[in-house]
């Protein structure tokens, strides 16, 4: 059985992503830095960004509390152990999620006043398996979400007491909620837009009864690296957890953040084009003198993405070489003129360590957030 698998491992097609747990730990630690006085929920939905929800909570397990986007990825994480707090950032769906809610301790963030009145005639399952409206054995800690200017979710600034009231009511809810809200453009630090919200949250806080001492949370990524009004009781980092930029023009070191995923491949052919010669689908890519081709084992297939424009760079041995030709599926194609000693079989990185994803990004008209979220099963994930 071992030699069949050490065959498989061998002849496996060469596309992997490399994740560095140590990265996590230190971009964490940058997050302390920034942010000393806040306690941290780490957001791992949407797998992780890509990297394994799983694999993001292990290798964080100094963060106060993970955040999520569903019930589904809330019992993963506790199923594989996590014992910290777990925030449900979209809250519930239907109130047959209560229950799951309950048996797995999880924070719950609300947003409408739907939300609400599922709570106010939710019924809870006893262990014995009879349904009652009675409260459930421990109280449920509750995160309002105040939409302040992103126009996404949260309930009206003006709403907010009387939701806090009714909340109150519930004797199965934690007194006092938390209260949050999301920035919309704390990645633009010339837009007024984030200074109005603070003052619009601020606002909102203040006109609430002053005898309650409700914790706040505001900061995401962006907000964590350059708004430190926002930082309050809790931030909410996602994006800089994994090592890339929230900021347009800038990349993970600018930040003194460690990338933690870097994707990688090979070369699977090398040919001997001639001036004149056309490389990929629609013959895109003209030669414009004699050139040597490099074919990598990666597609968009893989999670490269398709619309990368020619001149995007990859790292062979060390050294750029520019994509030509269309991306496909399962392969791309490199001019490897600056690169007379490449061979076959020769290491190639995508983005990561040493090739700052936000360029590849930047050169593909998206955002570092798709790229690492849009990484396909097909690849094999190595922890290091």
Known sequence: MRAFHELFRV??????????????????????????????????????????????????????AFGVASIDEAIQLREAGVKQRIVLLEGIFDADEMDLVVDHHLDLVLHNQTQIELLKNCTFISSTGVSSTIAPPTTITVWLKIDTGMHR???????????????????????????????????????????????CFNK????????????????NSAAVLSWPESHVNWVRPGIMLYGISPFSGKVAGDFGLKPVMSVKSKLIEIRELVKGDTVGYGGQWVCDQNTRVGVIAF???????????????????????????????????????????ANIGDKVELWGKNLPIEEVAQLSSTIAYELVCGITQRVKFVEN
């Not at 992503?17 to 949407?46: C, M």
């Not at 909102?204 to 900061?219: G, P, R, W």
Request: overall charge negative; charged content about 20%; hydrophobic content about 40%.
């Open 299 to 341: 597609g968009y297939g893989d999670g490269y993405p398709r619309h990368a424009v020619n001149g995007t760079p990859v790292l062979l041995n060390n050294k750029k070489a520019p994509l030509i030709g269309r991306v496909s599926m399962d392969m791309m194609t490199i001019d490897l003129s600056g690169h007379k000693h």
């Open 11 to 64: 002849m496996s097609r060469p596309a992997w992503a490399e994740i560095d747990l140590n990265a996590f730990q230190h971009n964490l630690q940058v997050v302390r830095r920034a942010a000393p006085t806040s306690r941290v929920v780490a957001i791992v939905k949407a797998n992780g960004y890509g990297h394994g929800i799983i694999c993001a909570a292990k290798a964080l397990p100094d963060a106060d």
């Open 153 to 199: 979710l949260g309930v009206a600034p003006e709403e907010t007491a009387s939701v806090i009231n009714q909340l109150q009511k519930l004797s199965f809810i934690k007194q006092p909620v938390i209260l949050m809200t999301h920035l919309a453009s704390a990645d633009e630090l010339d837009d007024l837009a984030t200074v109005n919200q603070l003052e």
């Open 204 to 219: 909102t806080v203040c006109a609430l009864d002053h005898s309650i001492n409700q914790e706040k949370s505001i900061a």
